[in-house]
Structures are given as C-alpha cells and as structure tokens.
C-alpha cells in the first residue's frame, strides 16, 4: 500500500497538507472535521502500509481483544500492562474494550465496540486509522498526534471526538460525538462499572428475610421488528434451590428510551399477562391477595431506569418464569439498521452467569450460547424496511408518525464547522446549589468535571453558584484546566445545598457574563424569584447563547428546560447516572462541533386537525431525525403534511413534511401516548385522565402499575379489565369470515393480474367504505395500508415487487377492520413469473393455405400453461392472431398459396404476467 | 417582579428590630399599643447547663426524636447560646433533611444573629422542597411577614394563590399584605373579589368587608375627590357597627387544620373570646375559625378608658406539616378615621395550649368620642 499523501483526493491532500503544516510548526492541526451527517464524496484512502509505530495500551477490556502485528497473519491477545508496537490491525469481540495510541493517549483514544475491527498504520505525518467492521469511536486532542480517518470523502483529520463505522463500500464513516451522543452510549458504558443490562435479577427472602440473588438458568430474548421499532420480549427463567417458598424482588433494567409495554409471569404452569393499573389499586390488591397467600406480581418503576417487581410466592425447588416486554427504537447504522441489544451482568452482587441466552431477531438466531458470564454486546443487522410515514388506526382514530430528517441544505455552510475550527468558548456553569439538591450533589459535581473537562485548551468558564442568591466562583472567566476545574468543584462542595431556586436570576447573572454556552447543572424547578415560563425564557434568549440542562435529583423535571434548550439550540437531559453525566457532558461540550437547527417546531397545517408531538420547541442537529406523530380523531382527515421551522445561524429556514404513503405499523399509537402521557403529567392534568391514557395505550405512566394475577376470575373479582387479554385473543384468533366481502355484490377482492412480474401491481378489495381500515400485509412482512379509490369503489393498494423476488406462488393477506371493530381476513394469492413461455410452433399444410399450432412447453422454471396469446406476423406486415383452444394451445389459419420457397414467420408469444418471447416459424422447406 | 442582584444578595429581611410595625400615633389619639410578647410567658426562662446536659443527652439516646431535637434546639435559643442552637439545628437538620420544622428554625436562628443572607436561604428552603405545596408558600410567607420581607411575603403568597386558586383566606391575606405594602387600589380590588364572590365563606367575607372599609377610608384620605364615592362604598357594606371603630384586632396565622384562638379581656376584665363573643362594653369577636389561618376579629366600637389585653391561645393542632403556629395581630386604632393608627404584632406558640400576650391597648379618658 501507497502513503495515504500520495493516494488521497486533491482536497484531501490540501487538508493534510495543512496537518502536516500544522505539526512542522508545532501548532494545533487545522484540517477538516467530520460533520455531523454521513460524509459525501466518492475518493478512498489507502492507508500507509507501515503499521503502528506507537504503542497500543490496553486502557478497558470487557470483551477479547486481539491485535495482528508487523506482518504476522496470526492474531494475538492485546492484554493490560502489556503494551504492543507494530499494531496494524486490532479488533474486540464480546464486549468492548478502550485502547490508547501510545502511552498516555500519545495519539489519542480509541474505544471499540463488540464486532469491531480497525486497521492501524502510521507514517511521518501521523497515525491513521480505518474502520473495517462495527463501531468504534475516536477521541484526539489537538496537542495529540495528528490522525486521519479514512472516510469515503478521502482522508479526514481529528481533532476532538468522533464516531467511527464501517461502511459497506469498506470506508469509514465519521460521525461528530457531539451531534450524535446517544450512539456513544456503548463505548460510556465502558468507563462505568456494569450494574446490570437487557436482563433482570430475582432476589428472594425467605424466612431469615436475607436477600439472596436466584440463579438465573434461562434467558430468552426474541425481538420483532417493525419499521424502525423493535419489540423485545425478554423471559427469564429463575430457581429457587431452597426448601422453602419465597417472596421476592425481580428488577429489570429497561433500556433507555424504551417504553414497557407489558409483562407476564408463569403461575401454576400458566403465563399470566399483567395489566396496566392505577397504582394505589394496584398496590391495595397487591397486598390483600399477598395476605391470602395466592400469586400476584407487581411491576412499579424503581428509580432511574429500573423497574421493580414484587413477586409472591416463589415456589420452594422450581423454577419461576417472568417475562417483560419493551419497545425501543432500532439503531440507525452506517449502512441500515441494527438492533442493539446489551446483556451486562452487575460487577458486584446479582446473578453472575446465565445457564443459557438465546436472541432472536425476526425468528433468526442472533446468538446462542450457554453458562454466560461476564455480559454480551450484539448489535445485529436488520433488514428491515422503514417507511418515512408510518399509521396505525385505531378505534379512536389514527396515529400518524413520520421520520423528519432536516434537508442538508438548510444547515447551508453552518454543517461542517468543526471542534477545531470554533472559536474559544465561554462556558457558564448555572450550578444549582438549593436545598432540593441535598441528594444529587455529588452527581452534580460528575457532571460539572466531566463537562468542564470536555473543554479545550483555549475554553475559559465561570460557575454560578444558584440558590436564592447567585455567587460565582471567580472574579473573572478562567481557563479550563484541571487545577481550575478541582477549584470550582471544591468551591460548589465547600456550599452546603440550602434555599430555593431562583433561575431567573441565574440566567441574568448568566447573561452577564456574555457566555457562548450556558451550562445549567440541578433539577430545573424554579422556586423563588421569577416561575412564570414565559418571562424566564424571555431571560435565557437573552442570553443569546445555547443553553445544555442537565436536571438531576429526585424532583428533577425537564418541563422548563426543555423549552429554554429547544429554543436556544441546546439539549436536556435527564442524568440519573454516571453514564447519563458521561453522555451529557459530550453532548455541551461538543454539540457545537456540527450544524443545528435552532427552536425547530413542528406544526399541523393551519385547519388540520390532530394532537401533534413533539409540540415544542427542539434542536436538531445535522443527521438527526425526529419522529413526529400526529393523533387524527376518528373522522377527521388525516393531515397532508406538516411544517418543519427553525433557524440556523439567526436565518429562518422551512421544511414541509409529507404524510402521504403511510405504511401500517405496530407501536405508532404507544409512541404517541409516551409523549402524551409527559405532556399531560407537566401540565398537572388529573390524574384520572393520566391513568386512563395509560391503560388506554398500554403505556406505563408514574400513576399506573402493572399487575399479574393468578387468573382471569382474579383479574374480574378485583375489577380490573382485561385488555391485554382481549389483544392477544384479538391477535391470535381474528374473526375470519370473508362474507361480507361476498356479498357487497359478489365482487371478489383481485390482485390484478394475479400472474405478475416484478413491478408495482394493485390490489382492489372491494370492502365497506366505511370501514376503518384496510390493511394488506405482504409475505416479506410489509404492510400497507390501502386507500379508498372513488372511481372503482373499492380499497386500493399498488406494492412492489422486487426484481429480485425469486419466481413463484405467493399470497397477501388482507385484513379489513370494519366500522363495528369487527375484522375479517382474506388470502389473495398471486404468481411471480419472470419466465417467457416457451412454444413449439407447427405449420401444416390445408387446402388454402397453412394451419398454424403453437403448444406451449413445460419448462423447469414453469410447469404452468399461461400463454395467453400469440400472434403471427405474416410476410405482408399483417397479424394473425391465433385462438387459444385448451391451456397452452393456440392455433389459426394462414390463407394463401403454397409457399414457393421457405419462408419466415415471426411469432409473438405471451404470457398471463406479461412476458413475451419472439420465435420465428419457417414454412415450405 | 423582583429581581435579586447578581452575587450575595444584600437584599434585605428587616429580620431585627421589627417587633411591631406601627403606624404613628397622633398626639390628639386616646388609644395607645403596649407591644407585649411575641413567644409565650416562659419561653425565654433560663435555662441551666445541667438541663442543656440532660437535653443533650436525650438527642443522643434518640437521635431520631424530633421532640427532643426540638427542645434541645429551643433551650438553647432562650439561654442565648445562638451559636450552639444553630449547631444543633444543623444536626437536626442533617439528619433529617426533609422537616420543615428545623428548617424554619434555623430561619429564625439566623435571623437572630443577624445573618439575614443565611436566614433567607434556610427559610426559602421550604418551598424548594415542597414547591408544589401552597400551605409551604404560606408558611415561608408568615416567616418573612415576620420578619418584615413583605415583598417576599408577596410573592411567596402569589405562588401559594396560584396554587390555590379558590382558598378564599389566602385571598385575604394577600389583600392584607398588599394593603400593607401600600398597594391600596390592589388591595381593594382583592378584597372586592373576595367580598363579591358568593363562595365566599361569610367567616372570610365580613372581616374582608371590614378590610374593604378600611381601604376605602384610605382612599378617601388619600383622594379627597372621591371621599363621597368612597362613602357610598362603605354604606353599602352594611357592617354591623359601622365602619368607625376604636378598636379593630385581626388575627391570623401559618398552618392549615389548627385552631389559634384571639383573647381579648376588656377594661371590666371580661374576656372576648369564642366562648364568650359578645362583650358587655358592645365589643365583639367575628367567628371562631378552627381550621387555620383565621381571620379572625375583635371590634370595639368605643373603647372604654382601661387596659385591653390583647392575648393569642394556641388551642390544638391538626395534620399539618408545621405544628408550630405563628402568625400576626393586627391591631387597628381610631379605625376609619384620620388618624387611624395600625400595630402589627407578630408572635410564636410551640405548643398546645400555649398562651402569649402580644399587647396592651391603653384607652385614655376623654378623646374624640
């Protein structure tokens, strides 16, 4: 291999070019930086063919780490303290693992997910790095080494942070950290110890009331997508050695961003759906049935991200059986999309190995494997098809969600400003010092020197100090290094939290002090001086500066900082634990580091009807996508669109948002109700009309629990509905009767032709016009949603098929929600041929002139006979179309006089799928 | 709104030297106010090292004892030792972070010493713990009225209004703070609210009507032009008695579901109180409020020449998130007419059954009756 100098881009050479400059003079790189979107460009990088010069340390391993070295083929084991030169190619499986270029993050760091694989090389100019497989992520200061990633758009510098994955076409896709934070959560999950993921634990007590982890023999997780959600279904199988029955706690980690979205438990051989309650209820049966000795469970949220469920009796030597199951959106990949799924086994205490995992992703095995200990990373390919405009009807109306992704074009020159290029920062810390914050201090001084320690050399900051008063830790803005930042940690310890909150007069302290940023670290409710919303976000866009909450504490509420954050291009975060501190912090300190919309909100068209979220004001950042949903009431129309408004850089900029072509999929409603659910809880709405929106969606709210009972008689002797129940009954055994299609005249639903080639046919259903809907799922696993067409009277519904669908039988069902809720199902079944039929062609002679037969011949792609025409073009242009007399037989007569010489006919001939084939026919030889 | 300054804010509680806040008496007036107690007979009794030992030693043994805390807090606060009673509140405190109690003790400890920064954190405390609580607005307010903060007494009881948007006496009591900061057209507008919304509790109404006279004399004092319009708004208030008073004492206090009861024994020894209501001299108290906050008042339509003694009875405490009752008198002289004086007396009761004497009504003979 050629230096990458000599082998990259023009362009690509100016930026190095500008590198190498940048080290001749001892100065900081000024190359190009990544931007926060897919990187364009056709050039690719070749790497030097010199390997690593610098050591590779091994910092963190969870997983195996193996490095290829020199020109040895073989793989070797990278292990702590046992630094290794001459790397050339590294890869981590497993569970991750964080190495440093040389000693002391000489060339700075770099932090491997499972399934990832990098080559290393190194040259005069600097190290290089390309990702060859999964997702790794890269950080280099500026003082570093210089190191260049081979993307698609050729050779690009770091400075800062950066995400890096392997792309198809085998370059490098980069990412800016702090555009995209969320996907770094793998590699921040590194640097924390694990306290447990993806599966739950079963603490049980028994008559000594000591707590003791059960062991846990089985773990199944079996996961179906749909669109871009995944529906994961997680069940556990625990054991009870003991000889005595035991109650006990189960708690599950859910996901971040996950909605729970039920949960079953095996009672007496039985799995037992539980069911969404208010909580009080919930605890009161709870409580009488647990003194009746019977099985009831309880599921509440814990604190954070887990949920805790109370579990009565656990048999003495058996197993018990619990089963959760969550929505979380899929990962969006280099390439496509990925279903993450991390099982992390707590450092101390819980339950160390599993007896057996096996995932499943859309019944295909993703992993299987016994006695697991110590955790698994899987970040599994799916191939699945999201539509931009996804539905799903109700009988309370429709939900319509759509993937909004800003146009690259209306971040204009403002997407591709860099770590590097920015111009020195002024940080403000708003350091909520109140009373309220007596719990979450020491998170809050995480997040303080995790930020802080974010900046960069030439970054200056100031901490307010924020209670009834404003203190602030200096006199003037100081540089942010290390001795600094313990100054101002020790300064906001030596402050014990006491007093209200007074933010409308930090944020005018803040103002003061003409910062680029404002940082705001407490739990974001306002107590004393200004509370009105209004008037305090009227004072933060004073501020004319991005504003980054983190809101910590037990009474935390993002409910104003949202707001203040959405409108001035910053983020709010709910920070529960240190990785949520480690995510933040990347997110203010390098959020800058690519283009963003500012108070972008989305709106109905004006006379549209619908409830519409996300309905304030967000950032967006260059590659972001927003998931908007808009909740149409039964009878209304269906908005045409919305509108996507924000700015950029102070100039205003527009989106229209289409809504047609909406695909039928599971899970759109209970997106919708998360968030309806956070808009009725901040504007302080009953709680009866949070509980029923909860069970109304299936959505767990912080007024509702769910509970398992032993039966359905229990479920009706306390009173409880059971919805999940008639689902499942609903899913499993749908009412088919295809009667009433019958009789609306006889018309048959048709897919026309039902003998097709690839393309885009259409299918007609002729059902009720009132009827709620009309969905027609196809055998890949699409679904589409049909629409009614006036001029056929009937539901209508075009699809594609792929050229590359192999030839055969297949069929679409069709599922018809009538008015009354009733549902009715019916097979259409259609043939996929791509095959022209094949002819044997006689001429014989008559008394005036030719019989032309044509008999169509089985081949071994297609036994079927069905030609259904032929045509014969005759020597004077004119066409004889022969008469079809049985299946694949055709025939017609030729009148003219005895051929003379041998003559040429050409035949047509084709197919019910349109297929043609031209044979030619010599008569008179 | 108010705007507190950047760094430390020197914005000030009036925490000292506000025992009574008074109107000047003019020279021509019969009637006078002897500021009496703001804490009950014995609370400030000495108290030895040997009982300060045995109180210490209590905490020690039960370090969860709220009772103990509390005394042990208050002993040290009556044998002066400031210093060592906010050591021992911050004890309390820290191990239980979340009373209100302590909170509110350090409040007054602070205050105490000076320290009005400090003192205004600890009480602010209260509603950044409970910021959706309006009986912690109103608490936090009667700390500061005490304390002589009325603008952020103010603005404690605007939150606690917009939390309780039909609480009738906190309504009454925002009318009385805002009458006191001199807001008059504000406070007649509330006070009109409260008097023309038939929800209201005639217990709330009638001394609200009471009010609502008070202001329009102000009015007419301070805009002559409309002194007969103010005339007729006073007419059609019907208050029995009229207007024009010698004597107008209010009481009022911090916590939901307690009964804090207004004793006041005339010149003849008779007391009027809600056993008792009609004096023998044509005095009077309006209504015996037993869930919290009051008003309530005492009116003497022609004092006699004598002592009034002006007394406030702790009689019992419900659920509420406080148990220590303390609130204001106010005491109006020469009511409606020019000189009209106004005395407001904050006190403190720890206890049930607790009595202190916040004032002595002087009544000269002769004078303008």
Redesign the interface.
């Known amino acids: 291999m050629k230096s990458l100098l000599s082998t990259a881009s023009i362009r690509n050479l100016a930026a190095l070019g500008a590198t190498a400059t940048a080290l001749a003079c001892g100065s900081a790189p000024t190359a190009r930086h990544p931007d926060g979107a897919l990187a364009g460009g056709s050039a690719r990088a070749d790497l030097p063919s010199t390997p690593l010069r610098l050591p590779l340390e091994l910092v963190r391993a969870r997983g195996v780490v193996r490095v290829r070295t020199g020109a040895d083929p073989t793989w070797r084991p990278l292990t702590a303290g046992t630094p290794m030169t001459a790397v050339r190619e590294i890869e981590v499986t497993r569970q991750g693992a964080i190495v440093a270029i040389g000693h002391g993050d000489a060339a700075g760091r770099l932090w491997l997910r499972a399934g990832a694989r990098l080559r290393l090389a190194q040259d005069d100019q600097g190290v290089y790095v390309e990702a060859l497989a999964g997702k790794s992520r890269l950080r280099r200061s500026a003082a570093a080494i210089p190191v260049a990633v081979a993307s698609r758009d050729g050779a690009l510098a770091i400075t800062g942070d950066v995400l890096l994955a392997a792309r198809n076409d085998g370059t490098t896709q980069v990412l800016a950290t702090g555009a995209r934070p969320e996907l770094a959560d793998w590699s921040l999950g590194l640097e924390h110890d694990q306290d447990g993921a993806g599966i739950g634990r079963l603490e049980a007590r028994g008559a000594s009331e000591i707590g003791e982890p059960l062991a846990l023999r089985k773990v199944d997780v079996r996961v179906k997508t749909a669109g871009d959600l995944a529906m994961t279904e997680v069940e556990h199988v625990f054991f009870n050695p003991a000889a005595e029955t035991r109650e006990g706690t189960f708690r599950f980690p859910v996901p971040d961003g996950a909605i729970l979205t039920g949960m079953a438990m095996e009672i007496s051989g039985r799995m037992m759906e539980g069911e969404i309650v208010e909580r009080e209820k919930a605890r009161a049966v709870y409580e009488k049935i647990v003194d009746e000795m019977q099985d009831p469970a309880l599921l509440e949220w814990e604190q954070g991200n887990w949920f805790k469920l109370r579990v009565f009796p656990i048999e003495a030597s058996s197993e018990k059986r619990v089963v959760i199951r969550y929505t979380t959106p899929l990962a969006r990949d280099a390439d496509g999309w990925a279903y993450d799924f991390t099982v992390g086994l707590p450092e101390t205490g819980g339950t160390s190995t599993i007896g057996a995992l096996t995932v499943t992703v859309d019944g295909k095995v993703a992993a299987k494997e016994t006695n697991v200990a110590g955790g698994l990373d899987l970040s599994v390919p799916v191939t699945t098809t999201v539509a931009a405009v996804m539905r799903e009807v109700r009988a309370d109306g429709t939900y319509t969600a759509v993937r909004v992704t800003p146009a690259r074009s209306l971040f204009g020159g403002h997407a591709t400003a860099g770590a590097g290029a920015r111009p020195p920062r002024r940080l403000v810390v708003v350091f909520d010092t ?3 914050t ?1 719990e979450g201090r020491p998170l809050q001084l995480e997040l303080l020197r995790t930020t802080l320690g974010e900046l960069g050399d030439r970054d200056r900051f100031m901490v307010l100090a924020s ?6 830790h200096a006199t003037e803005m100081v540089a942010a290094t290390p001795s600094a930042i313990t100054d101002a940690a020790a300064f906001l310890d030596g402050i014990e939290p ?5 933010v ?2 930090a944020l ?2 803040a103002t ?1 002090l003409s910062p680029t940023d404002i940082i705001y670290i407490g739990d974001g ?1 306002p ?5 009105g919303k209004a ?1 305090l976000a009227a004072l933060a866009a004073a501020a004319g500066a991005p504003i980054h909450a983190a809101l910590v504490g037990k ?1 935390a509420s993002t409910e104003l900082w949202a707001d203040l954050a959405g409108h001035s291009g910053g983020r709010a975060m709910m920070v529960r634990r240190s990785i949520d501190a480690a995510r933040f912090a990347l997110a203010a300190a390098h959020g800058g580091d690519a283009g963003r919309i500012r108070n972008a909100h989305l709106a109905l068209d004006a006379g549209a009807s619908g409830v519409l979220y996300p309905n304030r004001a967000t950032t967006l950042w260059d590659g972001d996508t927003l998931v908007a949903i808009v909740h149409t009431p039964t009878g209304a129309p269906v908005p045409a669109s919305l509108t996507l408004t924000g700015d950029v850089a102070g100039s205003e900029v527009t989106q229209q948002v289409m809504l047609a072509g909406a695909v039928d999929t599971a899970a759109v409603a209970q997106r919708w109700a998360v968030q309806h659910l956070a808009a009725l809880d901040a504007a302080d709405a009953p709680r009866e009309e949070i509980v029923k929106a909860s069970q109304d969606h299936g959505v767990l709210s912080r007024h509702t629990s769910l509970l398992v009972l032993e039966s359905d008689e229990a479920y009706k002797l306390h009173q409880i509905e059971r919805k999940k129940a008639e689902e499942q009954q609903l899913a499993q055994a749908p009412q088919v009767t295809g009667g009433d299609l019958d009789t609306l005249g006889a018309r048959q639903a048709s897919l026309s032709p039902d003998e097709i080639q690839p393309g885009d046919p259409e299918i007609k259903i002729p059902a009720p016009r009132d009827a709620r809907s009309v969905i027609v799922t196809f055998p890949w696993g699409e679904t589409k949603v049909a629409e009614w067409d006036r001029d056929v009277d009937a539901w209508m519904v075009r699809f594609l098929i792929d050229k590359d669908t192999a030839d055969g039988d297949y069929q679409a069902r069709v599922t018809v929600t009538h008015a009354d809720g009733r549902v009715e199902v019916l097979h259409l079944g259609y043939t996929v041929d791509t095959v022209a039929p094949a002819m044997r062609l006689t001429a014989t002679r008559t008394a005036d002139g030719y019989r032309i037969e044509a008999r169509q011949l089985a081949t071994t792609s297609s036994r079927r006979k069905d030609a259904d025409r032929v045509e014969v073009v005759l020597p004077g242009g004119e066409i004889l179309m022969l008469a079809q007399t049985s299946w694949g037989r055709f025939e017609g007569l030729w009148k003219t006089a005895a051929a003379a010489a041998p003559v040429t006919l050409r035949v047509v001939v084709r197919d019910h799928a349109l297929n043609q084939a031209a044979l030619e026919l010599v008569i008179g030889q | 709104m108010r705007k507190l300054p950047f760094v430390l804010l020197a914005a000030a509680l009036a925490l000292a030297a506000t025992r009574a806040a008074a109107t000047p008496a003019p020279a021509t007036s019969r009637l006078s106010v002897i500021a009496g107690d703001r804490e009950p007979a014995g609370a400030r009794d000495a108290v030895t090292d040997a009982d300060l030992a045995k109180l210490r030693a209590a905490v020690d043994a039960d370090a969860k004892d709220r009772g103990a805390r509390f005394t042990l807090v208050r002993a040290l606060h009556r044998a002066g030792k400031l210093d060592e009673a906010v050591t021992a509140a911050r004890a309390w405190r820290a191990a239980d972070a979340y009373n209100l109690v302590v909170v509110r003790l350090l409040g007054d400890l602070y205050s105490e010493l000076g320290q009005r920064a400090q003192a205004r954190r600890a009480y602010s405390a209260v509603v950044e713990l409970l910021p959706k609580d309006a009986s912690a607005q109103r608490a936090l307010a009667s700390a500061l009225k005490q304390s002589g903060d009325l603008e952020a007494a103010y603005e404690r009881l605007t939150a606690a209004a917009l939390m309780s948007p039909d609480d009738r006496r906190l309504a009454f009591e925002l009318a009385d703070v805002a009458q006191r900061m001199g807001r008059n057209a504000e406070a007649r507008q509330r006070l009109e609210a409260i008097v023309g919304d038939t929800a209201t509790p005639e217990a709330v109404r009638y001394p609200a009507r009471q009010r609502l006279a008070q202001v329009y004399h102000q009015l007419a004092r301070d805009q002559p032009a409309d002194a007969a319009a103010m005339d007729q708004a006073i007419a059609l208030l019907k208050l029995t008695g009229g207007s024009e008073n010698d004597i107008k004492i209010y009481l009022t206090w911090d916590t939901d579901r307690s009964d804090v009861d207004l004793w006041v024994t005339n010149p003849t020894g008779e007391r009027v109180y809600y056993q008792h209501k009609q004096g023998a001299l044509g005095d009077a108290l309006y209504d015996d409020i037993t869930t919290g906050y009051g008003p309530e008042s005492y009116t003497a339509p022609s004092a006699r020449p004598g002592t009034y003694l002006v007394q406030v009875n702790y009689f019992g405490v419900g659920r509420g998130n406080i148990s220590e009752a303390r609130g204001e008198v106010v005491i109006v002289l020469d009511e409606g007419k020019p000189g009209e004086q106004r005395h407001v007396l904050p006190y403190r009761l720890f206890n049930k059954e607790d009595t202190v004497t916040v004032a002595r009504i002087n009544v000269a003979r002769g004078g303008s009756r």
């Open positions: 109140s009373r309220s007596l209670d009834v008063a404003v203190v602030a006491d007093g209200a909150s007074d409308g007069a005018a302290a003061r409710v107590t004393w001086g200004e509370l008037p009474g």
